[in-house]
């Protein structure tokens, strides 16, 4: 058996060699890579969502937020409805992703459409920005508003405004984890009822259903997902 180290291995190692200031550079080009996939990634969603609107008489640039929600809940309801359906072929076609291949289904392109458009936009007086973590990832606040914090879940038609899935690698973090509001100028954060709980700054477990005011430079913990809080 060799004993030759993985390349996850080697490439740490020639990571830990770099200069900090030659880190960061390459943390921020990484970055810059996976903004641009991503932007890829809704292109295609939203040309794909134009033609399954447009064969069902619809218009997707016409839609506000809400019936776009709808219109993709009832592509998924579709689909598992007829997926129990022995050969009884889908009548909402499976596309192939335009980069790799792999076939798309509706439940894909809710996740890309509603997790990685840009978000709306409004005045942001504080934000949240991921820590512990190789990725350069920050979420506005917007003032006078609230944002709930959580994981996609396009069967269940659950759509956090901060989407934490690809954060959470062992799904800690619950569909409905956590809001965060804002009322003249203090900032809340409020536990939903997690199944692993809020933490702030390492020792307060916030009690479910009770907001808990938020000073600038707090450390948010959701589930295994920890943040700061700057505002």
């Not at 550079?25 to 809704?42: I, W, Y």
């Not at 003249?184 to 709980?197: I, K, R, T």
């Not at 809020?198 to 959701?222: C, H, M, S, W």
Request: proline share 7%.
């Amino acid at each position: 058996m060799s004993d030759s180290p993985s390349v996850e291995e080697q490439l740490r190692e020639w990571v830990d060699q770099l200069m900090p200031e030659h880190r960061q550079l390459l943390l921020m080009m990484l970055t810059e890579d996976e903004r641009a996939q991503g932007s890829t990634r809704l292109d295609f969603a939203v040309s794909q969502l134009r033609k399954l609107c447009k064969q069902r008489g619809s218009d997707w640039d016409r839609m506000a937020e809400n019936e776009r929600e709808s219109f993709l809940d009832n592509l998924i309801r579709e689909t598992e409805l007829y997926a129990t359906q022995a050969g009884t072929p889908s009548i909402v076609p499976v596309l192939p992703c335009s980069s790799c291949g792999r076939d798309v289904t509706p439940s894909d392109l809710y996740r890309i459409y509603f997790g990685e458009r840009p978000p709306s936009v409004e005045v942001a007086i504080g934000k949240l920005v991921l820590l512990d973590m190789d990725a350069n990832a920050q979420f506005p606040l917007p003032a006078d508003n609230e944002i709930t914090i959580g994981r996609v879940d396009p069967h269940r038609g659950i759509r956090p405004d901060i989407d934490l899935s690809k954060f959470d690698p062992a799904a800690r973090i619950s569909r409905r984890h956590a809001r965060i509001t804002s009322r003249a100028g203090q900032f809340y954060v409020e536990d939903l009822g997690s199944a692993n709980g809020t933490t702030v700054n390492g020792r307060t477990r916030l009690t479910p259903q009770e907001p808990y005011p938020l000073a600038n430079g707090d450390v948010i913990k959701f589930g295994e997902t920890t943040l700061k809080f700057a505002g």
